[in-house]
């Protein structure tokens, strides 16, 4: 049997992984700035991380959740301290996909409404309706294509307003969009759908599972912009590699048994990685280290000649040059040894690294990035 070809690859394998850098079968080691799309968020096989998954396997792997798992109510009350949002219920998953996919099926069962409205550029899972949602009709099967999904522009408040009527369950939008290339709803555009949100009865989803968990310099991008959503999603850097993902729900949205549920979600061993991995935000400051290592960076990026525009918070961060990006990313790798990202947007860099990153790290990619754009 051979593997479904459906990912481009490097031929460069990663076997062993510390802190902000990865080695391959050869040994030869690499600067890791893209963390596997913003996956790893406390950096590559922390030891109170290690331990701690370790220590949870000997015990206990899984089991369902037919039975009580006294870790996923610390994962609750920790996670719930952290973000600011200790009153919100959490829903336990195991992808940014399948969380999108609740939340929007959360929006419906409250309000009894089919209309999702979604943003041009957004991407939010490749499942079912979160690939409606997601602005890539290349991806979108037909079998994906409900008619429940009404796309707007970004930023446009008033394009908005227009559709929002009695049918509209929702609304979704990217706390900062990822794969588009680091776009940014602005303060008022937020505002604006949440108060369209209330006034119509509809509920304003806020899909942080790239720009959440302190990525941006704050535990969620959303709350640059004082605005409080009736559910939050999460994923990726969660649990630091473990298939983790959630729902965090508004206690106006009211639960009964069935209304979801998931096999996997919530397990011994996820709930373990993710406890962990906030364990270590905390205690290690990493949400304030983001926000300071991103300052940093985005301003050493803007002085790089061939630099046109610097996108993002913390770090999150596209770096859109003057011609496609995809001969400086290999580069990069090739030449320099320093994995980071592409973007929808072909001339855009994306910068995605381990929220303990320092500037001696980020350095490394500063004067490589002279270097190649001098060339």
Not at 155 to 180: C, K, P, Y
């Amino acid at each position: 049997m051979n593997l479904f070809d459906v990912y481009p690859r490097y031929e460069i394998e990663p076997v062993k992984g510390q802190g902000c850098f990865v080695w391959d079968r050869d040994e030869k080691k690499y600067l890791d700035l893209y963390c596997g799309h913003a996956v790893i968020s406390i950096g590559h096989s922390h030891p109170h991380y290690v331990s701690k998954v370790g220590s949870q396997l000997k015990n206990l792997g899984f089991y369902s959740n037919s039975v009580r798992i006294s870790l996923q109510e610390d994962l609750a009350k920790k996670l719930g301290e952290l973000s600011g949002y200790p009153d919100y219920d959490l829903f336990l998953c195991n992808s940014g996909a399948e969380a999108t996919e609740n939340a929007m099926k959360l929006a419906s069962f409250h309000t009894r409404r089919k209309k999702i409205i979604v943003f041009e550029k957004g991407f939010h899972g490749r499942t079912s309706l979160a690939m409606e949602a997601t602005d890539n009709r290349k991806q979108l099967a037909p079998v994906n294509e409900s008619g429940n999904v009404i796309r707007l522009p970004l930023n446009d408040l008033s394009a908005v307003a227009t559709v929002m009527d009695d049918s509209v369950a929702g609304i979704i939008v990217e706390g900062i969009q990822g794969i588009a290339g680091i776009y940014e709803p602005t303060s008022n555009f937020l505002q604006g759908l949440e108060k369209l949100c209330k006034d119509n009865g509809s509920l304003l989803i806020l899909d942080e599972v790239q720009s959440g968990y302190g990525r941006s310099g704050k535990f969620f991008a959303h709350q640059y912009h004082d605005v409080k959503p009736d559910i939050i999603t999460t994923g990726k850097g969660m649990a630091n590699g473990f298939p983790m993902a959630s729902v965090l729900i508004s206690p106006e949205i009211e639960a009964w048994h069935g209304m979801l549920g998931t096999t996997f979600g919530g397990n011994h061993l996820a709930c373990a990685a993710g406890l962990a991995t906030l364990e270590i935000l905390e205690k290690e400051d990493l949400i304030l280290n983001a926000q300071k290592m991103g300052n940093y960076l985005i301003s050493a990026l803007k002085e790089i000649p061939g630099v046109v525009e610097v996108r993002g918070r913390g770090l999150m961060i596209g770096v859109e040059l003057e011609y496609p990006s995809k001969e400086v990313r290999a580069r990069l790798l090739f030449d320099h040894n320093i994995f980071t990202g592409s973007a929808d947007n072909p001339n855009t860099l994306r910068i995605l690294p381990p929220l303990c990153v320092s500037t001696k790290e980020l350095d490394q990619l500063i004067e490589a990035l002279k270097k190649i754009t001098k060339a």
